[in-house]
Every structure is written in C-alpha cells, then in structure tokens.
C-alpha cells in the first residue's frame, strides 16, 4: 500500500504565498512521477504542476511563472514533492490533490487539502 499525505492548505490572501508537501510512504518501488492537481467547486480536476523521476517539470498555463514544483532527494525524505504557489489569485481556490504514479502504472492520490485565495 501508498500513502499520500499532504500538508501546507489554508487561507492566504491575494497576492500571497503558501508551500503544499506531500509525503509518500509505503511499498514503492519506483516512481514514474509526482504531481499536484485541483479542484474547484463545480469544476473538473486539473493537472496544476507534475515532476518526473528524472526531473521534468510541466505547468498548467494557468500557474507558469508564479508556482514551482520540486521533489526532495535526500535519502530520508526523497518521496516528497513540494508546491511553491507564489502570487496567488482568487481562481487558485480549490482543493489540491497529489498524485503519484508508479513505473508499474499503479497510481494514488492524496486526500486533499483546501487552498482559499481571498480577494
């Protein structure tokens, strides 16, 4: 089994920053890649930012230039990807998921974490 934990949601107003952290723990054996979705109320899930194993980055047109994606590669913590969110607007409102693919294919999510951009 993989577990996701995410932390780092809250209330920030516009034009601040927050930093989201997920853990993966559990039995894996490889990772194909890591990445942050959201979703809006109403709203289907969108692909925000994805890290590959080799460190491919790709960003929603949306959050290129104001959000970082990044994954920890000391030995003891290298299943954590981070999201730098800088310069937040409103429209980031959502709940954020993380997402990690196996190189098997097998893929899990996180529970989610709730991002409120007031205006």
């Known amino acids: 089994q993989v577990q996701l934990v995410e932390s780092g949601g809250g209330l920030v107003q516009a034009g601040g920053s927050l930093r989201l952290s997920c853990a993966a723990s559990?039995?894996?054996?490889?990772?194909?890649?890591m990445g942050w979705y959201r979703q809006a109320p109403g709203k289907q899930r969108e692909l925000v930012a994805r890290?590959?194993?080799?460190?491919?980055?790709?960003?929603?047109d949306s959050v290129k230039d104001r959000f970082t994606i990044s994954r920890d590669n000391a030995k003891n913590t290298k299943n954590t990807v981070y999201l730098q969110m800088n310069s937040l607007k409103p429209d980031d409102t959502a709940v954020y998921y993380c997402?990690?693919?196996?190189?098997?294919?097998?893929?899990?999510w996180g529970q989610g974490t709730q991002v409120t951009v007031s205006s």
């Open positions: 997402k990690l693919q196996t190189g098997w294919g097998s893929v899990y």
């Open positions: 559990g039995s894996i054996f490889s990772i194909d890649a």
């Open positions: 890290i590959t194993s080799t460190g491919r980055t790709n960003y929603a």
